[in-house]
């Protein structure tokens, strides 16, 4: 039988191909072991950066007190002297107490030397102020980041190890309103703070208050609803994790009760570094009303 000759002169063979593709496979992997190079740099991290003078101090004034091993930070200082009074101020994720280092004047008394005289166990809350905290699921729209670490399963302490400033401070900067963002020197503190003792790396454990909010949702949200003390809001309304006016239709709706403060148009998710008298002003107005 005779084989077709096909162009070239060479005739075709069932037992070749036409054509052998070169190997690269030694090419490719070069090229990822390369690139893993940086990356695994990045994923080790750099040395977390060193405390600025201004967020040393802070750290410097506060102590620490045990709760179920971990060390908490805290900051005692006295008000007005002889008065008994107390306010706690809590952060929100994922900066620190030192969020409130712009406020000044709220009446204050050692936390727990007042604990000490009492003997109780217990700490009597006499009013309650909330801010731009999440405090409905279903008006809390996390940012994307957030998203991906809180649902991340085994990405999450890679995508942690990979955060960086620059990434931190695009993301932290679009919950500010455009002419109250922070400057670079609070944005350094406020990722130097993340960075300490490797909080960056815990993020996405820390997250879960999302889902946890969702799953205790009637509980949290019936005992804003069923406390008897004077409750108040302070509000700025650009918040896109809480927007306008959708949150504060559902909060009057849910809180009847509660008194309501909105701060000017362009605060953000962050009113008391954004606008700190406005906020003091509000609280002020609120805690002297009764």
């Known amino acids: 039988m005779r084989i077709p000759t096909p162009a070239g002169g060479r005739p075709a063979s069932s037992r070749e191909p036409a054509f052998r593709p070169e190997p690269r496979m030694k090419e ?59 306010v706690v101020l809590l952060h929100g994720f994922p900066t620190s107490s030192y969020d409130w280092y712009k406020v000044r004047g709220p009446r204050k008394h050692k936390v727990w030397t007042e604990y000490e005289h009492n003997k109780t166990g217990c700490v009597l809350i006499n009013s309650l102020c909330l801010s731009n905290g999440g405090i409905f699921p279903e008006t809390h729209y996390p940012r994307f980041i957030q998203k991906i670490l809180k649902d991340g399963g085994l990405l999450s302490p890679i995508i942690t190890r990979l955060m960086n400033y620059c990434l931190f401070s695009r993301g932290l900067g679009a919950v500010f309103g455009p002419y109250t963002q922070p400057s670079a020197a609070e944005y350094w503190d406020m990722w130097t703070a993340i960075r300490t003792n490797d909080g960056n790396l815990v993020v996405d454990s820390i997250l879960q208050y999302i889902n946890q909010r969702k799953k205790h949702r009637d509980r949290w949200i019936g005992a804003l609803t069923s406390t008897s003390v004077p409750l108040h809001l302070i509000y700025g309304p650009l918040d896109p994790v809480n927007p ?25 998710h962050y009113p008391q570094l954004e606008d700190p008298m406005g906020f003091l002003n509000a609280y002020l107005n609120f805690i002297n009303s009764f």
């Open 244 to 268: 306008y006016p959708e949150f504060l239709q559902l909060y009057r709706k849910v809180l009847p009760m509660s008194t309501v403060s909105v701060l000017d148009d362009h605060i953000s």
């Open 28 to 86: 490719w992997w070069i090229q990822v072991g390369l690139l893993s190079v940086p990356l695994l740099a990045v994923y080790l991290h750099i040395p977390p950066p060193k405390l600025s003078p201004a967020l040393h101090s802070w750290r410097a004034s506060g102590r620490y007190f045990t709760y179920k091993t971990q060390n908490i930070f805290y900051r005692d200082s006295s008000g007005a002297l002889g008065s008994s009074d107390i």
